[in-house]
């Protein structure tokens, strides 16, 4: 089955650009959903189909996606973007139909 | 506005069973595909099961709930269940319902979760 990778932790200083990656085998064919999971709450998607974003997210969110490597980009970071942040694809080689990073904690110092 | 609320959970002993229910509101119910996704708490989220649009006639499940847990909808009353049966102390997890967008995914739209806790 697919797997994707992510780093366990991202540090950012107020102001700053945090960079998350995903790695997976040609990841770049296929279509990188991001969410965002603050404490005791439920994820919400933050970027979908490697680069879009819902209505109501900011500007500073973006996503990108080539070869082995998709990313999640949060620009001018803000106490407010402290939280997990998912990665996901979909792929049918196994028996997880959607497949989840292990989250990337994003603390802004 | 899309609404998802979870309800069901609880405390169960191992092999006991459980309902769970997620009740929709704010879109048409019946025209997207509806997903659970769990989370152990203090680690990392897990789809377990999925249903596709329509009469949901079909149905996906990761491996270790095969056979034990059973998604449906009833698309008269903007619900989707997830019986699940013969629970397991690693079943443990907040259950997710999640809305998906385009069949393929994203989770577009999430509940707040139920708890569900597998212990004697």
């Known amino acids: 089955s697919y797997e994707v990778s992510q780093p366990p932790s991202v540090s950012v200083a107020p102001g700053q650009t945090a960079r998350i990656t995903c790695g997976g085998n040609?990841?770049?064919?296929?279509?990188v959903h991001w969410y965002q999971q603050k404490p005791g709450q439920a994820p919400v998607l933050v970027v979908y189909?490697?680069?879009d974003r819902p209505s109501g997210i900011p500007e500073r969110f973006s996503g990108s996606n080539s070869g082995n490597t998709a990313a999640l980009t949060i620009t001018r970071v803000e106490a407010g973007d402290e939280a997990d942040y998912y990665c996901?694809?979909?792929?049918?080689?196994?028996?997880?139909?959607?497949?989840f990073g292990l989250g990337t904690k994003v603390t802004v110092l | 506005e899309v609404k998802l609320l979870e309800s069901g959970g609880g405390l169960v002993q191992p092999g006991g069973s459980l309902r769970l229910s997620c009740a929709a509101s704010?879109?048409?119910?019946?025209?997207?595909?509806m997903t659970w996704v769990r989370q152990v708490p203090g680690k990392g989220l897990e789809w377990i099961s999925g249903i596709i649009r329509g009469s949901g006639g079909s149905t996906f499940y990761i491996d270790s709930v095969k056979g034990r847990f059973t998604i449906s909808r009833d698309n008269s009353k903007n619900t989707l269940y997830l019986q699940m049966n013969s629970l397991r102390v690693e079943d443990t997890a907040v259950y997710y319902c999640?809305?998906?967008?385009?069949?393929?995914?994203?989770?577009?739209?999430w509940g707040p979760g139920t708890l569900v806790t597998v212990s004697s």
């Open positions: 189909d490697d680069r």
């Open positions: 704010g879109f048409t119910f019946g025209s997207h595909a």
């Open positions: 999640a809305k998906d967008a385009y069949d393929s995914g994203p989770f577009d739209s």
């Open positions: 996901q694809v979909w792929d049918n080689s196994g028996d997880h139909l959607y497949v």
């Open positions: 040609n990841i770049g064919s296929k279509s």
